[in-house]
């Protein structure tokens, strides 16, 4: 079985500070990891994803995230937040090794303040 | 690339009655969609994952009478509501797979439905 935690429901932040959103996973195989961002009433777009390789990941918009193995954590970063990154963030998991389906998080949401 | 469309957008119907959402893969063959649904201030649910021209496997818990999916072709998945009732009243969203590039779920804008 997978899973994953995002232990915040929500995470305030001033403008031009740095953002971090928690994750954790727990999978059998090899972890394929990814963050979504989702704003109201729309579907989810994919911020970026680690599957092998070099541990810190970039992604779309300045995100980032560091895949780190021994404490089984993805978290999402941002150096300099700015107001319309406020949205709600998914963490999700995939088994590289098994099956097509993705299991995620709880979803934080990110409120950045002016 | 990877741009994945659903209507309509939002919905509303009377109880008792079907809605049919549409799941289509633009630029790219989906050999695998998935149905998901999210209720307010929640994650996503995975109903249900179709491969092209198979059944759909439903995750537990799901009435595969009641939310029937159909995978005609490498670009259309559809997902009808049958009866629909107030309780069915959710955000629906689906994703399409393709390979090689497109070996990733690429996520529609989903659907609101109001069932009243």
């Known amino acids: 079985a997978q899973s994953v935690a995002q232990p915040e429901d929500q995470v305030n932040v001033a403008e031009g500070n740095p953002l971090t959103v928690k994750c954790t996973y727990s999978?059998?195989?090899?972890?394929?990891l990814f963050w979504y961002v989702q704003y109201p009433n729309r579907g989810l777009q994919f911020l970026l994803k680690y599957i092998t390789g070099d541990n810190l990941v970039k992604g779309s918009y300045g995100f980032e995230a560091e895949f780190n193995k021994s404490q089984t954590s993805f978290h999402l970063k941002k150096p300099s937040a700015l107001v319309s990154d406020s949205a709600l963030y998914f963490c999700a998991v995939r088994d590289g090794a098994a099956g097509n389906k993705l299991t995620f998080g709880g979803g934080t949401r990110v409120l950045v303040k002016p | 690339g990877a741009v994945v469309s659903q209507h309509p957008s939002w919905v509303i119907c009377k109880s008792g009655t079907s809605v049919k959402i549409e799941c289509r893969s633009l630029?790219?063959?989906?050999?695998?969609m998935f149905w998901y649904r999210q209720f307010p201030k929640q994650s996503l649910m995975l109903m249900a994952t179709s491969n092209e021209g198979s059944k759909a496997t439903y995750e537990q818990g799901v009435e595969k009478d009641k939310f029937l999916i159909n995978h005609a072709s490498l670009t259309l998945s559809t997902l009808t509501v049958t009866s629909a009732h107030p309780e069915d009243s959710s955000f629906y969203i689906c994703s399409a797979r393709g390979i090689g590039r497109y070996n990733e779920q690429f996520f529609g804008p989903g659907t609101r439905l109001t069932v009243l």
């Open positions: 630029d790219f063959q989906a050999t695998t």
């Open positions: 999978v059998s195989g090899n972890p394929y």
